[in-house]
């Protein structure tokens, strides 16, 4: 199986340099590879699968498509239910973990296998309709964006049948990220997405689970792609009410997203988590640090009684301890505690910048390596 370089597709059998007139028109519309992951999905794998090809069959006028569906180590006939779909189609592959690794393997697996020049990503359960594909494929080509997302929560979104507690974590999740991000999106978790192939493939991904999705954006960032948004309606309402019941009760995992997510923040920006909160307590602290000096002048003005200035300023400090002994207790604390998390940060901002570096080193280096090895197979 190749890799999925986007050379590749010229070398497939069906689009040969001495292609018919209408293979050459073929070869003018972009092939858009939709990458579906499944897991323990198999009451809906064969009814989704088609809804989604209904759909792409739907936009043959602009693109080619193939679909691709990653069973994740399910324990169900997930697998099996979407290899007999696939048969009867000759543009859908199914791909298998013998494990489950989650969502992050899932997608670098089949990153590796799609012969697309556009990528989606979407859910089988079909929370977003099929319709968001097109949206993010109108706006892939409008923008010339490297990265579009379906947004439930930018202006003209919508989020409908979300039990509240998720709904609460994921909008806060990615409010939280988008302060981390300076703003720019309001969707940084979500998965339904379209990309540019080729600048997909540049990326060096680490991540086994859902913290694949705002990996990729800030990885994104650091090479200065541009992103967009489109408005998307997230509907667990399509579902059925067993497996909504069932996602709502996942607490763990909400659990382990939430961790994730601010972990995904302090790579965004760990000047937030150390420095800022280094300044607050250093604000605070000098404030108590100036009613001790205060006290301090205030003593030492009315103990006239020492006639050197050391013994008196030596008695105005400790008149002052035993006035608010708590202001130099506290002061102090604070102070030091100001000092750590600033040192930390300046360590974090300077680490920060070693890897930026080397990522945008290393993407060169890749990219060059891959042109090579597409010259000397070409």
């Not at 324990?75 to 007999?84: C, F, H, P, S, Y």
């Not at 949206?135 to 202006?155: C, F, H, I, W």
């Not at 049948?161 to 940084?188: D, E, K």
């Not at 506290?330 to 990522?359: D, H, N, P, R, W």
């Amino acid at each position: 199986m190749t890799n999925g370089d986007s050379s590749d597709v010229v070398r497939r059998p069906s689009q040969a340099p001495d292609a018919s007139r209408t293979g050459r028109r073929e070869l003018e519309r972009p092939l858009v590879s939709l990458v579906v992951p499944a897991y323990n999905e198999a009451a809906i794998v064969e009814p989704n699968l088609l809804a989604l090809c209904q759909y792409m069959e739907g936009l043959e006028q602009e693109y080619r498509w193939e679909l691709i569906v990653v069973d994740d180590g399910s324990a169900d006939d997930t697998g099996k239910r979407a290899e007999e779909f696939a048969r009867t189609r000759a543009n859908v592959r199914v791909l298998h973990h013998k494990h489950n690794f989650g969502m992050g393997q899932a997608f670098k697996f089949a990153f590796e296998q799609c012969w697309g020049d556009y990528i989606v990503t979407l859910d089988l359960d079909l929370t977003y309709a099929p319709e968001h594909i097109g949206a993010l494929l109108a706006e892939l080509g409008r923008t010339g964006a490297k990265v579009v997302v379906a947004s439930p929560y930018m202006d003209g979104g919508q989020i409908s049948n979300v039990p509240w507690l998720r709904r609460t974590l994921s909008v806060w999740a990615n409010r939280f990220l988008s302060l981390m991000a300076r703003g720019h999106l309001s969707t940084l978790t979500g998965m339904v997405r379209a990309y540019d192939a080729p600048f997909l493939r540049t990326l060096s991904l680490r991540a086994l689970d859902g913290e694949i999705n705002p990996e990729i954006i800030y990885k994104a960032t650091l090479l200065k792609a541009d992103i967009a948004e489109v408005p998307a309606h997230l509907d667990w309402g399509a579902q059925r009410p067993d497996r909504v019941r069932r996602r709502s009760r996942l607490t763990a995992k909400l659990m382990r997203h939430t961790l994730a997510v601010m972990l995904s923040g302090f790579l965004f920006r760990p000047v937030m988590f150390f420095i800022l909160p280094g300044l607050a307590l250093l604000a605070f602290s000098l404030f108590a640090g100036s009613w001790a000096f205060i006290h301090f002048i205030e003593h030492y003005l009315v103990l006239t009684q020492y006639p050197d200035f050391g013994r008196r300023a030596s008695a105005a400090m400790a008149a002052a301890f035993v006035m608010s002994p708590h202001t130099f207790v506290i002061g102090g604390i604070t102070g030091m505690l100001a000092v750590q998390l600033m040192s930390l940060g300046i360590l974090a901002l300077q680490s920060k910048s070693y890897f930026e570096e080397a990522f945008s080193l290393g993407t060169i280096l890749y990219k060059s390596v891959r042109a090579q090895r597409d010259v000397e197979h070409g």
